[in-house]
Structures are given as structure tokens and as C-alpha cells.
């Protein structure tokens, strides 16, 4: 079993739709792929465009799809997307864990891609099963072709790399970070929780931080003693030497200008 695959079977389905702060908010996760009459009967969910239409067609406020999926069918990311691409709405997608393969597709029909911190995305070549003579096989291999081509032009409109280069990358399957799919301009923006800087640069905690009323109040009370001490003492006489000098004015040091301010604000 390929590392896709594993991935594609171990996606909890999910679909689910709240409004808040006015907006259509549009939870995806599982597999991409168009329900067959196996699906239903058996009672497999999947992410489709069919069911994505029958709950947005209406809305007429800002949608935001929290997305998380291995991927799929190509073809039914492709419809979603151009689905999505063609909304009057702005569409957000935010990628909460993944957005491989189709799901990368997806992604690409939003007007804002936002990628979470740890997230990942992947996009990879088009695949498939085929058995039959030479005939048959070419087919599968001009279809796959085709495919790639088409999954080129929508990487293309978003990313605005070259074709060579994206289609270097398809052929690699390349993984992204959120940071690396932002730089490579798969996604806009990278979301993450980092704590706001303090004013005048740095992050670094007031030297008072954790330090209590008390305390506090504790300190002001010895500052002021100490610095009642210095001015008592600066104010003590000393026996003046004669000279034919004028005498020069008191100067006002710290000591005294902090009593005087704090005398005034006591009456």
C-alpha cells in the first residue's frame, strides 16, 4: 500500500456547516471522490461536488472551508475547484492538517489559501489502474497526460511558476510546509499563534513581571527612604572656605526634585 493511500484510509470522514460571525463555515475532511451505487449502498461518505453544491448554492456571505484530505479523484477536485473558483462568493480555504493530491486541486479554487502551522500539501501526477493490450494502455497513458496537463494550468494560476517547473515537481511528488507551499505560492498566507511583541521591539517579559502588589509597594517604600537619606545628608553644613568668589546656586540634584514631586502630590 503506497504512503497516499495510507493516508486516504486513515481520513476521518467529516462534513459539516455552521454560520458564525457571518460566515458560511464549511468543515471537509476524507476522501475526494464522486459517490458510485457501491458508495450508497454501502454507506460511504465522501467529499464531492455534488454535495458541496447542494450546501453553498445559496449562500450569499464570505465562506470559509476548514480542509483536511489525502486526496482522491482528480477529476471530482477538479469540478470542486472550478465549483468554488466560479463562487460569487470570497471563498477561504484553510488547510488544518493536509491538502494532497485532489485536495490540493481544491484548494486552488479559493480566493485566500491559508495554511495552519505543522500542515502539510502535496501535489503528485495523476494515477490509475489499466490492463489490456498496447491499444488500451496507451489510452490510459495519453488520458494521464492529459490530466497532468490540466492539473499544470490550475498550479500555474496560482502559484505563477513556470509550467517546466511545476511539472518537475508533479513528477517528483513534492510535500510542502505551510511555509514552503506559502514561498512557492501555493497557499497566500501561513496562519500560527505566536505571542504579540512588547512595544519597542523584543518579546522579552517587564523586569516586574510576577511581582506582586506588595512587593511593589514594598520597594517604592525603601527607594524613597534611601533617597530621603541622601538629601538629609547633602543638606548637613560644612564649614565654608573664604574666598573672593561669588557663591554658586544650589543645585537641584534627583534626590531633591523626586521629594519636592512627591510632597506636592500628598497635599
Known sequence: MTREQLIKNGMKYQFTNEVRDNKHILTLSGVVAKPDWIDRMLEIKTINAEDIAKELDDVDMDIHIKLNSGGGDAFEGIEIYNYLKNHPSHVTIEVTALAASAASIISMGADDIVMNTGTSMMIHQASTIAWGDKTDLNKAINALETIDGSLVDIYEEQTGLSKEELDDLLVKESW????????????????????????????????????????????????RKEMLNEFQQSQQPINPEPNNQDPKPAQRNVSSLFLNLNNKSNK
Not at 510542502?176 to 517579559?205: C, H, I, M, Q, W
Request: glycine share 10%; aromatic share 8%.
Open 176 to 223: 510542502f510546509t505551510a511555509d514552503e507551499a506559502v514561498e512557492k505560492g501555493f497557499a497566500n498566507r501561513k496562519s500560527s499563534k505566536r505571542a504579540e511583541p512588547l512595544e519597542g521591539g523584543g518579546n522579552e517579559p517587564s523586569s516586574t513581571e510576577g511581582v506582586d502588589a506588595s512587593t511593589m509597594q514594598q520597594m517604592f517604600d525603601d527607594f
